[in-house]
Nanobody, 120 residues
Framework: QVQLVESGGGLVQPGGSLRLSCAASGFTVSSAATSWYRQAPGKERELVAIITSAGGSTNYADSVKGRVTISRDNAKNTVYLQMNSLKPEDTAVYYC?????????????WGQGTQVTVSS
């Protein structure tokens, strides 16, 4: 079955960096559009970054553009989110998602989330 397991969150000071990992199983990351979302307390979940299946094109939310890079390692079947120059407003639970296609439909799967806290 499809599973997404995030890791790499934690407490970091403003200006610091973190790399989040999303280990996938049950499908290949190169065959699915995979994304990172985040949800801060009291706010709606928002898209942070996406990497497409074909070609691996990327797109980012304006709030993180220039500070965040999404990438994938097909050999490890893992998607990453490198975050630099972190700000307190980046504090949130970060979720990995994947749009996995089957013969009949496409279904969005979610990981359990990893907490990122940016604070001095």
């Amino acid at each position: 079955q499809v599973q997404l397991v995030e890791s790499g969150g934690g407490l970091v000071q403003p200006g610091g960096s973190l790399r989040l990992s999303c280990a996938a199983s049950g499908f290949t990351v190169s065959s699915a559009a995979t994304s990172w979302y985040r949800q801060a307390p009291g706010k709606e979940r928002e898209l942070v970054a996406i990497i497409t299946s074909a070609g691996g094109s990327t797109n980012y939310a304006d709030s993180v553009k220039g500070r965040v890079t999404i990438s994938r390692d097909n050999a490890k079947n893992t998607v990453y989110l490198q975050m630099n120059s972190l700000k307190p407003e980046d504090t949130a639970v970060y979720y990995c998602s994947a749009d996995v296609r089957s013969a009949l439909t496409t279904f969005r799967y979610w990981g359990q989330g990893t907490q990122v806290t940016v604070s001095s």
